[in-house]
């Protein structure tokens, strides 16, 4: 139990510039009363992502002063809103969740299309706005998915970055125009990396057959775990010859870039087959360049996502708890569990200290389950 009442304080980790966190306490009489469609959540685990370390440490980029982190979260609801009880009669005080941290118009038209992550008005909480790493946190109650029962919560602070893939591989068969297809090359053994393998492996692709490309020992043995045969370290390889040699001379029908540098940018494009397609889901650090001949010659195509669609959170779900997605994979992506006084030096400076021994950090904002 959190335990949290009207008189008590809560613990939040906040962004606080370049390579600073702050840890402050809020009174809970001092958060801001729950708004119509609103619910107040108990987060219980959340994730440290990429984008986190790379705000820390290059930042502010998109982070806001004072903001609490975290957008890979889960947690049980406290409170909700009168309009809430009508509107969402499954979200009540007690249920799990895992939250979906983006915070969209819901008016634009990628938003009436129900893609939330292409919004106009786009913002995501844990960067702009408060997320994840605070005991209390009002959020938007059609941004909360209950949770089956045998859904863990630390397991279900996954659902974020599973998401991430689960809308990249979408997109990627969808351009491609295909149903089904195990020519497929992974740029990348990092969560994403990693993450996207399952997710080719819920949607019936054969691991045995796709290529994969990863630099960090510890993280290459997690896709071989996966049933990965066709595994390269990116140092040696000749990633576009051996993409031609796997797949019939031809190359790769569909590249996920989860690295986004421009050498694997370079390596994804001539990796590919004629009209095949260029998956962009990772943050480039840098900007690239290409010769656009090559797109226009050989009729290719570079789709880029950002996050998820609104739908991918609870298909992500479906497929955690039918299965076709393994939690007892996921469970082995966590490789640390900190408390929350303790993100900074045991999360995201571990992180950047021990890359190479962790797929993903995550805090315990209140101990429930
Ligand atoms: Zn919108």
Not at 61 to 87: D, K, L, N, Y
Not at 163 to 171: C, D, H, N, T
Not at 266 to 292: C, K, N, S
Request: aromatic fraction near 6%; include cysteine; hydrophobic fraction near 40%.
């Amino acid at each position: 139990m959190d335990g949290h009442t009207e008189n008590s304080t809560i613990r939040a980790v906040q962004w606080n510039g370049n390579k600073n966190l702050k840890l402050a306490h809020i009174n809970v009489s001092d958060l801001p009363p729950l708004k119509e469609g609103q619910v107040r959540v108990a987060p219980a685990w959340c994730g440290i992502c990429g984008s986190d370390i790379g705000e820390w440490a290059h930042g502010p980029i998109f982070s806001v002063s004072a903001t609490t982190v975290g957008h890979e979260m889960s947690g049980i609801i406290r409170e909700t809103h009168p309009s809430v009880t009508s509107q969402h009669p499954n979200l009540k005080p007690g249920t799990r969740v895992a939250v979906h941290p983006i915070v969209s118009d819901g008016t634009c038209h990628r938003c009436l299309a129900h893609y939330s992550g292409g919004c106009e008005n786009f913002s995501i909480r844990g960067i702009m706005l408060d997320g994840g790493m605070q005991e209390l946190l009002n959020v938007e109650a059609d941004k909360c998915f209950p949770l089956p029962d045998h859904i863990p919560l630390d397991v279900a602070a996954l659902v974020e970055p599973v998401s991430v893939a689960w809308q990249g591989v979408k997109a990627g068969f969808k351009s491609a125009g295909v149903e089904r297809t195990d020519r497929v090359l992974v740029l990348g053994t990092g969560p994403i990396g990693i993450a996207t393998l399952a997710c080719l492996k819920a949607r019936g692709v054969d691991l045995g057959n796709v290529m994969v490309v990863g630099r960090n020992k510890a993280r290459n043995a997690k896709a071989l775990e996966l049933g990965v045969k066709h595994l390269y370290d990116s140092s040696v390889c000749d990633v576009a010859a051996t993409a031609r040699q796997l797949f019939d001379e031809y190359g790769a029908e569909i590249v996920f870039d989860a690295v986004a540098t421009q050498s694997t940018f370079d390596d994804g494009i001539a990796a590919l087959r004629r009209a095949g397609t260029y998956v962009m889901y990772g943050i480039f650090h840098e900007p690239v360049t290409f010769d656009a001949n090559q797109i226009m010659m050989r009729s290719l195509k570079i789709v880029g996502t950002i996050c998820y669609a609104d739908e991918d959170y609870p298909e992500v779900i479906d497929a955690m708890a039918d299965g076709r997605i393994s939690m007892n994979e996921l469970k082995k992506w966590i490789t640390g569990r900190v408390p929350l006084e303790n993100a900074e030096e045991g999360g995201l400076k571990e992180l950047v200290k021990n890359k190479a021994k962790h797929m993903k950090i995550l805090i315990r904002v209140n101990e429930l389950e």
